[in-house]
């Protein structure tokens, strides 16, 4: 993997909770979204999108919409295969070497259907693309998609993953002999019901964690240009990974990748659905060639609603078998999982997969994963894809076994917990947690909850015709991602850039890279710029998701920053004409022992090409590194919820909330407090607003703007209290985990944990996520109905 070894002497930035540097830009109206970007002469594309979640296309009639003003052409899925268009090469099946194998019925190949930029013959999902206006002004555009007649043959349809799994649910591909694309099982399966046939209690229940969609503050949009001239495609459509969309993107069209050139600077929000190509980002490059001008998309925020990629959607069916005091045997699950339409990816469920058994230690464990097709929009990983569907699963499973058993909830958990002796700890599936210290976590959290306040403040609360719940959960999660990943680092006249190719949508990369970059240079942290997002300048680089961002650039900085500084001490023992053992490095400047004499960074690179130069010391003062590591780590904590419920509306507030979150080490204080504060508003929003509905019966989406979905806002958020834990990971040279998905993974198990906990006076304990006040509500009712009975 490395082998670098940190000295801890030279962080001076790393660890500062430094203000972001592209903060300014980003502020000031001064951002450089896709939107933002027009082309002389550009002209316009949209969409004519499938009412029906599953039809057959008999025929589309372009003519009315030839004939209205300023429509230069209508494209159909039959004319794009004829021009040689090919699918979006997805790759769905995580490659890393220690994600779960996922695979098909007995260990087949997973059948992954086509997914055409403009399907050729029927639709499966409500919103799909199946013809593209394009037109001199967007207007145009959009009144002649209207205008195009789809002569529609409608077909049975299914958008619940559990009736898709019925030999006898309409089939999306003729190819398959079912919906059923994976159908894996783990697990030690001898040892794990000898557990159960032993032991004093089991626990069974049923999960599901619901349909979200990212909805970025910026909607998707593309504008691409062809240039005949060279042949090559230029394309600007935002990502999390902009040389991972090149290849995609080259892939839909059938050229090489160096005659596409992806630009993708800010980016307004990703949360994993934006890491993966759209048929847009392909139909604008088409259309730009066969019309010989620039070519415009931007989605209407109902049009993203219905066709972004979408998160979650996963049952679990899980048990955990006890003895009498208490200890966890062994566990059971089954989990299901919805990848809607096309398979865009599978990452979810396998994450989840591999952490079942979250935080405990559990000797043994059956797992039988399966995936299925729906007419429903492609599912994709989503902020901390598979984590909290499993969190939740364990999580909600030991609440459920201390109220039945009759254990202490939080002495339930600390006797079960992996200790910090066990580490590096291997898990029933395999999964080798490498480092953390779980119950301490427990502990931290308790202090700044104010745990044994609780009680307290019930009674306030209650004073006041509220009822006090308080939550609790644990969580470990992973941390993998691509394996790859490049750092350029060039020094300039008077700083250095680091070209690097995971792309930031928000995050504070342009400031975490440049701390790191600094501090190994020597350097001050205002003299480093990053460059990001244009794949003629960032030539390789893994993207970001799966909380890889910081762990792969710190270790690729790290091993780049020694290349350039054993260039630069060559170049510099050239210049000194002494001995390279002679010459030092420290805080950025190269010397000679016991001589006046030395140079900085900017003195090197300004000679670096003078003429008495060596011939390999020149070309510039530059150096590029590529690093591959495969090994997970695992970020963890514990996380505590209080919500005061309103007795006659089932109105809800949340009036504390606290976290302890090890994320390895802390590049940058005041940005991962940022990112915890937003994973949980994230986790949050699933919990108590967020509901992708889709109508089982029609297979109609009934969310499409926002007067119909719920988000997080500020002013129903209390002030957090978040403390951040650094336990270093032995895998990477910084101690890395990640930051970006802790707040995220256990908030939807600790707000049901809080709920349950204040109506337990109403025997509640069938919730649902999102937890709605009007389900507090009935529930309210229901068990005074219950208790009104019980006294009669």
């Known amino acids: 993997m490395s082998e670098f070894k940190l000295n801890e002497r030279l962080l001076k930035a790393v660890g500062k909770p430094l203000r972001r540097k592209e903060d300014l830009r980003l502020l000031t109206g001064k951002g450089r979204f896709t939107d933002d970007f027009n082309l002389p002469g550009q002209v316009w594309a949209a969409m004519v999108r499938s009412p029906h979640p599953h039809a057959k296309i008999n025929s589309i009639d372009k003519t009315a919409a030839l004939a ?144 979200v969609t990212g909805v970025p503050l910026e909607p998707r949009a593309s504008l691409a240009f062809y240039d005949p001239a060279d042949g090559r495609y230029t394309l600007y459509a935002g990502s999390g990974g902009a040389v991972k969309q090149k290849y995609e993107i080259a892939g839909v069209l059938g050229v090489e990748p160096k005659d596409v050139r992806i630009i993708a600077l800010d980016i307004g929000g990703n949360f994993g659905t934006r890491n993966r190509a759209f048929v847009e980002f392909g139909l604008v490059c088409y259309a730009s060639k066969k019309l010989g001008k620039p070519v415009k998309f931007r989605a209407e925020r109902t049009e993203s609603f219905l066709t972004d990629y979408q998160g979650r959607d996963l049952f679990v069916d899980i048990s955990l078998a006890l003895d009498k005091d208490g200890k966890f045997l062994a566990i059971k699950t089954a989990n299901l999982s919805n990848v809607g339409s096309r398979c865009v990816s599978l990452s979810p469920l396998s994450k989840g997969s591999g952490l079942i058994t979250g935080s405990y230690n559990i000797p043994y464990a059956t797992l039988h994963a399966q995936a299925v097709y729906t007419n429903t929009m492609p599912t994709q990983a989503y902020r901390s894809s598979g984590r909290p569907e499993v969190t939740f699963a364990i999580e909600r499973l030991i609440d459920k076994a201390a109220r039945e058993l009759g254990f202490d909830r939080l002495d339930l958990r600390r006797r079960n917990l992996v200790t910090p002796e066990q580490m590096p700890y291997t898990n029933a599936t395999g999964m080798n947690y490498d480092s953390g210290e779980y119950e301490a976590n427990m502990d931290r959290l308790l202090a700044l909850a104010d745990w044994p306040g609780v009680e307290e403040r019930r009674k306030e ?61 020597g350097l001050p942290f205002d003299s480093v710029n990053v460059t990001l997002g244009d794949t003629d300048i960032v030539s390789a680089g893994g993207g970001t998701h799966s909380g890889r961002s910081m762990r792969h650039a710190s270790t690729v900085i790290a091993l780049a920053s020694g290349d350039l500084i054993a260039k630069g001490e060559k170049l510099a023992a050239h210049i000194f004409g002494v001995p390279i053992e002679e010459v030092t490095f420290e805080d950025g400047i190269f010397r000679v022992a016991d001589r006046n004499i030395s140079l900085s960074w900017f003195d090197l690179a300004a000679r670096s090409n ?162 709605t006040s009007l389900k507090v509500w009935t529930i309210i009712q229901h068990g005074r109905q219950r208790q009104k009975e019980a006294r009669a």
Not at 102 to 121: C, E, M, N, Q, S
Not at 152 to 169: I, N
Not at 183 to 208: I, L, P, Y
Not at 463 to 491: C, H, M, Q, T, W
């Open 461 to 521: 609360a209650r004073s006041r015709g509220k009822i006090l719940g308080v939550g609790f959960s644990n969580y470990v999660e992973s941390s993998i991602g691509s394996p790859k990943e490049r750092a350029d680092l060039i020094v300039h006249a008077d700083s250095v850039e680091l070209v690097i190719g995971t792309q930031p949508a928000g995050q504070g990369h342009e400031t975490s890279f440049a701390q790191v970059t600094a501090d190994l240079l």
């Open 68 to 211: 209205m003003p300023g429509v230069l052409a209508v494209y159909t899925g039959a004319n794009c295969i004829a021009d040689g268009l090919k699918p979006i090469p997805h790759s769905p099946v995580p490659s890393t070497r220690y994600d779960v194998k996922l695979t098909g019925r007995g260990g087949t190949k997973i059948f992954i259907g086509a997914h055409d930029v403009l399907p050729p013959d029927k639709v499966r999902h409500v919103g799909e693309a199946v013809a593209m206006v394009v037109a001199e002004t967007r207007a145009q555009a959009y009144a002649a998609a209207e205008a195009v007649e789809v002569d529609y043959e409608p077909l049975p349809s299914v958008a619940d993953s559990r009736q898709a799994l019925s030999p006898d649910a309409p089939k999306l591909y003729d190819e398959m002999q079912d919906n059923v694309l994976v159908d894996a099982k783990f697990g030690d399966s001898e040892n794990t019901e000898k557990a159960f046939a032993r032991a004093a209690h089991v626990v069974s229940m049923q999960t599901h964690i619901g349909r």
């Open 610 to 771: 003078g003429p008495d130069i060596p011939a390999d010391l020149r070309g510039g003062l530059k150096v590029r590194r590529d690093n591959e590591m495969h090994t997970p780590v695992f970020p963890n904590g514990a996380c505590c919820c209080e919500i005061e419920i309103d007795i006659e509306t089932g109105g809800l507030e949340i009036v504390r909330y606290s976290t302890v979150d090890d994320v390895g080490r802390c590049i940058n204080p005041l940005i991962v407090h940022g990112q915890t504060h937003g994973g949980i508003a994230q986790g949050v929003g699933q919990a108590l607003w967020e509901d992708f509905h889709i109508d089982p019966e029609s297979g109609i989406p009934t969310a499409g703007s926002f007067m119909d979905y719920g988000m997080p806002r500020f002013d129903n958020m209390p002030s957090f209290k978040t403390q951040i834990v650094e336990v270093l990971s032995p895998t990477n040279p910084f101690g890395v985990k990640a930051g970006g998905e802790g707040g995220t993974t256990p908030a939807p198990a600790v707000i049901m944990s809080a709920i349950e906990d204040g109506l337990k006076e109403f025997r509640p304990f069938e919730l649902e996520l999102p937890i």
